[in-house]
């Protein structure tokens, strides 16, 4: 090379347009870190054993009514339903979910 200089031009996206998908990439992958914290904390709760502070042992082992288990279920397929046409993302899906499921 002897001092000679070239430009190289690439096609593709402009500007605006490269910042709009990173944007769009960069929220997806919040969204997916979130699942993610969401599940490990679902994992922790499952392996400390479940204990409830604060119940009486005898109204834990009694089943529970059937209000709200029918309650919960509605309210999980709404809220699966609403995933589904877009108007939540996975990640309140499954903070909705695991609300739902705490208060069961």
């Known amino acids: ?32 870190r979130e699942k993610r914290r969401l599940r490990e904390l679902e994992e922790l709760r499952a392996k400390s054993g479940g204990i409830q502070l604060g119940t009486s042992p005898v109204s834990s082992l009694s089943p529970q009514p059937q209000t709200e288990t029918g309650d919960a279920a509605t309210r999980l397929q709404r ?6 046409k877009g108007l939540i993302t996975d990640s ?13």
Not at 79 to 84: D, Q, S, V
Not at 92 to 104: D, L, M, N, Q, Y
């Open 1 to 32: 090379m002897s001092g000679e200089s070239r430009t190289l031009t690439f096609s593709g996206l402009r500007k605006e347009e490269a910042q709009a998908v990173y944007r769009i990439c960069q929220a997806q992958e919040q969204a997916w």
């Open 92 to 104: 309140e899906f499954e903070t909705i979910k695991a609300r739902i499921v705490g208060s069961i």
């Open 79 to 84: 809220a699966k339903e609403m995933l589904e």
